[in-house]
């Protein structure tokens, strides 16, 4: 049951990181896309 609760927590730590990277991009993102606006 430990070993359990830690791959749970592992999981949790993961998802949070890949959250983050999403919002990184999507921040990247938007930028990007407002810079080309301002471009055109």
């Not at 359990?4 to 930028?31: C, Q, S």
């Amino acid at each position: 049951m430990p070993s359990e609760m830690r791959r749970l927590r592992d999981l949790e730590d993961e998802n949070g990181r890949l959250k983050k990277i999403v919002a990184d991009l999507t921040l990247d993102r938007e930028v990007l896309q407002d810079v080309i606006k301002r471009k055109l």
